[in-house]
């Protein structure tokens, strides 16, 4: 089980930007690099859903709703993965989480503990 800590949620005015950020601070460095990262988010009365990925490999991609707008990045020097979100709009409004998969052990599957995310003028 890994501990992720997510940060950088709060009240944002449509068009306005915010980073997510996702750390797993007892992890041995050397290991954050077995894992894929990424970005989920779920709002009111909805599933969650699939936001954007960084592969170990350095590969990423993203759903439509979110491309062009939104950039996942990591640093692996950090144990920490990013989510800059820009032009935001009323319906980005969810809780986000962040996701760590170890590509050698998907049972390895691991959550953060969800941050806010509110759009609104």
């Known amino acids: 089980q890994v501990h992720l800590v997510e940060s950088g949620g709060g009240l944002v005015q449509p068009g306005g930007s915010l980073r997510l950020s996702c750390a797993a601070p007892?992890?041995?460095?050397?290991?954050?690099?077995?894992?894929?990262t990424a970005w989920y988010r779920q709002a009111p009365g909805k599933e969650r859903e699939y936001i954007a990925r960084a592969t170990n490999s350095g590969s990423t991609n993203y759903a439509d709703s979110v491309k062009g707008r939104f950039t996942i990045t990591r640093d692996n020097s950090k144990k920490t993965v990013y989510l800059r979100m820009n032009s935001l709009k009323p319906e980005d409004t969810a809780v986000y989480y962040c996701?760590?998969?170890?590509?050698?052990?998907?049972?390895?599957?691991?959550w953060g503990q969800g941050t806010q995310v509110i759009v609104s003028s």
């Open positions: 996701n760590f998969e170890n590509t050698f052990v998907p049972s390895d599957n691991n």
């Open positions: 007892r992890m041995i460095l050397s290991t954050f690099r077995m894992y894929n």
